[in-house]
């Protein structure tokens, strides 16, 4: 959930090249050998499929096994962490998720839990240098993360203005070490009911992959937002899509 930060990209891009503590890294993000096999043991085959109705995958094909990733879903719900690893999570793909956080969601037992399926928290207000360079560290150990680009949790079923944080993020990652070839993936969420309730259809369709090695040739901050806004096209036109397959109306959904 990275918001912007003031500096420019191509500051960041000479920061992040910096070598990451390894002892900042694990303390910032790791994954329970034997937690996170359970958490998802439990949600793909016992939660999930005993609280939702049906649950609509389309596109799976187009999550690589290999390679860094970053999912940009879009957000309605909290189930949405939950169904997420359901759709694309080692049950599939063969790969743990690693998802970005605000600060306020790894405190306490929660926090607990989320550090220890592999989340770690961003302050969203002012982003620590030290997030952001172990953001990165993640990609080049070829990690798929999960970054939701509208920041807050959206019940109106419309697309809200992305936050430009995930394609800084990605472009200055890809600029500082060329050869990475992260991907970018849209993914569209949608639930039957603005508050998910026992019952509730979800729908998720995965969209085709934005090679970030397209938005590196020029101005990186320029290219950083023309990414954001092809990142926002595709998340449109699934959001579109889902709201077809669902046969579902949201115009008396208020947040």
């Known amino acids: 959930m990275i918001k912007s930060y003031s500096a420019s990209t191509k500051r960041h891009s000479q920061t992040l090249n910096q070598p990451v503590n390894p002892l900042v890294a694990q303390s910032t993000s790791r994954v329970s050998p034997w937690l996170t096999p359970l958490a998802y043991l439990l949600g793909r085959y016992v939660v999930l499929p ?8 389309i596109g799976r094909e187009n999550i690589p ?11 309605r719900s909290r189930w949405d962490s939950l169904v997420l690893p359901y759709a ?8 743990d998720m690693r998802f970005m956080v605000t600060s306020n969601e790894c405190q306490g037992l929660q926090g607990w839990f989320v550090r220890r399926m592999g ?9 620590a240098i030290a997030t952001l360079r172990h953001t990165v560290e993640l990609m080049q ?13 959206y019940r109106d079923g419309q697309l809200h203005p992305l936050k430009p944080g995930i394609a800084r993020l990605a472009v200055s990652a890809e600029s500082s070490y060329p050869g990475l070839e992260v991907k970018v993936i849209p993914v569209g969420i949608q ?3 603005p508050y998910p309730n026992w019952g509730t259809d979800v729908d998720i369709h995965i969209g ?18 023309r990414l954001t806004a092809d990142l926002t096209h595709k998340l449109k036109q699934l959001n579109h899509q889902e709201s077809e397959i669902s046969d579902r109306i949201f115009v008396e959904i208020h947040n």
């Open 88 to 95: 694309t999570g080692r049950h599939v793909t063969g790969r």
């Open 208 to 225: 085709e992959p934005i090679k970030v090695t397209d938005y590196i040739n020029g101005n990186l901050k320029l290219e950083a937002k």
């Open 50 to 57: 005993s609280f939702f109705g049906r649950i609509k995958i």
């Open 191 to 193: 639930y039957s009911e």
């Open 65 to 75: 096994t290999r390679g860094p990733v970053i999912l940009a879903p879009t957000h």
């Open 141 to 153: 150990q070829g990690e798929m993360l999960v970054i939701y680009p509208e920041g807050n949790i």
């Open 119 to 127: 989340g770690f928290p961003v302050n969203t207000e002012r982003p």
